[in-house]
């Protein structure tokens, strides 16, 4: 009988060939996603990530390249060397790397911001669902470098193109240089180039470095392999979609036209002992049920019926040894390595004692980031119950991955859950793989308490979608670990900087609003819209590092700018007036706005004037920074901290999209207070529209053409966006941005602000009535927006929530500073879109009607922007 390769099925339907060392196809096997830069997935069998697999083999696989790596160093230097694993799928692989070395101290990045935890660097994987890696290591020192620097240890699963870890070294090699690094990896796959460019690197920054890995091999991708995978997935898909019957009877015909009888694979092979009948022609997508009636996948929303007598959940006190932290999120010395191997014993003997005598087959369940934990667990487990049960080990994973039936096929089932540790880019799908259908008699859940939500234990989380599937369910919770506040002495320059304001910088008048931003104006940041976008999809830069060409606007478009002016003045007016009448009754008498820059600045001059105006008071009004992943200007902070009272600050925007923004600063404002240790900001954003629901404190929650969202730094005082760049500013620096002088002639900013405060009058009973009502109303953020996005990342094809722009001015940010993709919008919406589809016309960009959006229009970035996805007219291709 033929064993089966667990790429085969992917293989023979797109030409991908993987070859190397003959161990390459007991490691790795194929499987195909949803990813615009990758189509293809290797899916390693010794990872403990997608395919259960024998703890005992995971953590071998690991331990076994710490050891040479040991011998490669030396006693002496191995001791001295710190180990850097890599978020999501290599925390595990590289903490059991550092074990082999025995005494080396071990990190991992994460994509989880901890609150008091400043970052000590962080980089971009361009190919990875989720790019960006945080470095939060609590002892500052472990990554230090310099003369007596110790060697540094990168781990990552797979060595592919090498993007990711020389990206890693470069970024710290600028702040903390070495002499020495090792790559550690289970595979290298790289291409002769790719080997000649990592000589090149090496020599280029005067350090050694070694690569260690288990099995090298490359994969061998024929042309138009990218668009053939996604026509795949896609095809999968639609017939996933199909009514139970259907699909089914589709795929028993597939198989029956196969030639060969094929067997599965044995060992670590990709099925892992699943059982077909979990999930007969189905995969990742289908919403039905199987004969039997249990759910081999499900979609996202699946509602899928569980079982009527689901398997009961069993809660297990662990007995986790105080002060040890649940994985290298933070740091992992060899005390704490210490301390958790004398624990292990103990907290195996409580899961077996849970567990009782009669599950044979049990399958411990990681989560994500938190991989070594329940790896050890696993392991530990291992040797309590003996050789008569077979115990298995992977996680869950946010990454989207298409799961297809076949033994040739590396993902044969998926569970779908709802995100249960409240992540910081918003909620999500999650997934288990090859879990469903796989003859677990008990699975052992093990999580961090950050995890611990009512996410997990909802109808639809994780712990149900498992219950269906197997007779047990055990939730072990490891504590997670938090740093002690131990913030380092900051030395205050002895003067911070003063805000900036016009005319000198900034065409508002000097008491209208201070900037606090450095004058960047003869500093070349400007970069044509295509190779930015290119540059921050592909993770070469991040979106803050550099400016779009600022858009000059044809005759045409200015003039429907004021006419969109004329028509909406009274409408702006009356939310002006009814958000500053909020702030004032709920935050006043005195408040001190601090306005986003730069789509909010408009609105606080807007409110200032209606506070002066209505009331006579002259409130004080400043601008600041905030840059998505980076956080809020600290600095900034620490001016206003040091001139006003934080509790008196009321942080101003725009308005709200899909409330990324509002998370962010609510992290951002966090971590100051913890690593500061200056308090009393409230991260509470006073907007002029809340179309996504996200925030309590606005004019209205309709989603309108607001003017000034038309045009870009000519209704913003002539400044430009904001500017965050590692070597134009420091950390006692506040960020930076332009002032576009030499555009005077097209500044409308004084213009709208005169048509809007002319009709505060006309409006004051309008404001009163509805401050009045809100006041009285329950405002609490339904984050209705978020989960709209959400929905048309997944209907759309797109899978990041970041490429999609909801409401009119974000839709319209897209067309003046991105490449968009297409433009949705709702049916019958009118006036407010005139000067969206006359942007859309003029870039080529196509604009799709349809019903049932909660916004008047969505703007949608290019999921796989290259500068070859554009024709040859330069405009944007639908579906390139």
């Not at 191997?341 to 980031?369: K, T, W, Y």
């Not at 005077?744 to 404001?767: K, N, P, Q, T």
Request: proline content about 7%; hydrophobic content about 40%; aromatic content about 6%.
């Amino acid at each position: 009988m033929d064993v089966v390769w667990s790429g085969d099925w992917v293989a023979e339907r797109l030409g991908v060939a993987l070859e190397g060392d003959g161990e390459l196809r007991e490691l790795l096997g194929l499987a195909l996603r949803r990813n615009p830069k990758r189509a293809h997935l290797l899916v390693s069998n010794v990872l403990g990530k997608h395919v259960p697999q024998e703890p005992a083999v995971v953590y071998g696989a690991g331990y076994g390249l710490g050891e040479r790596v040991r011998a490669l160093l030396g006693a002496e230097e191995a001791r001295r060397a710190v180990v850097l694993g890599y978020a999501e799928t290599a925390t595990g692989l590289g903490h059991a790397v550092a074990d082999g070395l025995r005494d080396a101290p071990y990190l991992h990045s994460t994509r989880r911001p901890v609150a008091g935890v400043a970052p000590a660097g962080g980089f971009e994987e361009a190919h990875s669902h989720a790019t960006s890696h945080l470095l939060l290591p609590e002892d500052p020192e472990l990554l230090a470098g310099g003369a007596e620097a110790s060697t540094l240890v990168l781990v990552d699963d797979e060595f592919s193109t090498g993007n990711t870890v020389l990206n890693t070294i470069r970024a710290l090699h600028e702040s903390h240089p070495r002499e020495r690094y090792v790559i550690v990896a289970l595979v290298d796959m790289r291409s002769p180039a790719d080997r000649d460019r990592l000589t090149a690197f090496a020599t280029e920054i005067g350090a050694r470095v070694d690569l260690v890995t288990r099995a090298a091999g490359t994969v061998s991708l024929p042309d138009g392999v990218l668009e053939r995978g996604q026509a795949l997935v896609a095809e999968r898909e639609a017939e996933q979609a199909s009514p139970p019957g259907q699909a089914e009877q589709a795929a028993r015909a597939g198989r029956a036209g196969r030639a060969q009888t094929r067997a599965r694979a044995g060992g670590a092979g990709a099925d892992a002992g699943a059982d077909p009948s979990a999930g007969v022609g189905r995969a990742a997508g289908d919403s039905g049920e199987t004969p039997e009636g249990r759910i081999a996948g499900g979609a996202a929303g699946d509602s899928g019926r569980t079982p009527e007598a689901p398997a009961p959940l069993t809660r297990v006190d662990l007995g986790w040894p105080a002060g040890v932290p649940d994985g290298g999120r933070h740091g992992f010395t060899p005390a704490h390595r210490a301390a958790l191997e004398e624990a292990l014993p103990g907290m195996a003997e409580r899961i077996a004692a849970a567990l009782g005598p009669e599950p044979r087959r049990i399958l411990v369940l990681g989560f994500e980031e938190l991989m070594y934990a329940p790896l050890r667990l696993g392991t530990a487990l291992e040797e309590t119950l003996g050789a008569d049960t077979d115990v298995r080990y992977s996680t869950t994973t946010r990454s989207p991955v298409l799961a297809v039936d076949d033994p040739g096929y590396a993902i044969r089932t998926r569970l779908v859950f709802p995100a249960h540790d409240a992540p910081a880019d918003g909620p999500g799908d999650r997934f288990a793989y090859n879990v469903a259908g796989a003859g677990f008699d008990a699975v052992v859940a093990v999580v961090d308490s950050a995890a611990d939500t009512p996410e997990l234990h909802a109808p639809d989380g994780l712990l149900a979608r498992l219950a269906a599937h197997t007779g047990r369910v055990l939730l072990a919770v490891v504590p997670s670990y938090t740093p002690r506040p131990t913030p380092a002495p900051h030395q205050e320059p002895s003067v911070l900087p003063e805000p900036l304001r016009g005319p000198a910088f900034s065409s508002y008048a000097p008491e209208d609003v201070g900037w606090l931003l450095q004058d960047l104006s003869d500093t070349r940041l400007e970069a044509p819209t295509e190779e930015r976008e290119e540059a921050i999809q592909s993770g070469g830069a991040h979106y803050a590092e550099s400016l779009p060409v600022e858009y000059q606007p044809s005759a045409a478009y200015q003039a429907l700018f004021t006419a969109a002016l004329d028509a909406s003045a009274a409408r702006i007016a009356r939310a002006v007036g009814t958000v500053t009448e909020t702030v004032l009754a709920e935050r006043g008498p005195r408040p001190v706005l601090v306005s986003l820059a730069r789509a909010g600045t408009p609105v606080g001059v807007l409110m200032r004037h209606w506070a002066r105006h209505r009331h006579g008071l002259d409130l004080p009004h400043y601008a600041v920074s905030i840059v998505r992943g980076r956080g809020i200007d600290a600095t900034a902070l620490r001016w206003l901290a040091a001139h006003h009272d934080p509790a008196d600050v009321v942080f101003v925007d725009g308005w709200t999209g899909k409330g990324a923004i509002t998370r962010e600063l609510a992290a951002a404002i966090s971590a100051f207070e913890e690593s500061s240790g200056i308090s009393g900001f409230d991260p509470e954003i006073a907007v002029l529209a809340d179309p996504g629901g996200c925030v309590r404190t606005y004019g209205t929650r309709e989603d309108f053409l607001i003017p000034s969202a038309c045009l870009n730094s000519t209704v913003s005082g002539l400044i430009s966006r904001t500017v965050l760049r590692a070597d134009l500013v420091g950390p006692d620096d506040f960020h930076g941005a332009k002032f576009y002088r030499e555009l005077a002639e097209a500044d409308v900013s004084g213009d709208f602000l005169a048509a809007v405060s002319a009709r505060f009058d006309e409006v004051a009973d309008e404001v009163d009535a509805a401050a009045k009502e809100l006041s009285a109303a329950d405002r609490a953020p339904t984050w209705e927006g978020w989960a709209a996005v959400e929905r048309i990342s997944e209907e759309y094809g797109i899978h990041d929530v970041n490429l999609v722009k909801p409401g009119v001015g974000e839709t319209t940010r897209v067309l003046l500073r991105r490449v968009p993709w297409m433009i949705l919008a709702r049916r019958g919406a009118g006036a407010d879109l005139q000067h969206i589809r006359l942007l859309a016309e003029q870039r080529g960009v196509p604009v799709e009607e349809v019903d049932d959006l909660p916004y008047s229009c969505v703007g949608l970035i290019h999921p796989r922007y290259t500068r070859g996805a554009t024709g040859a007219d330069g405009k944007a291709v639908q579906g390139a």
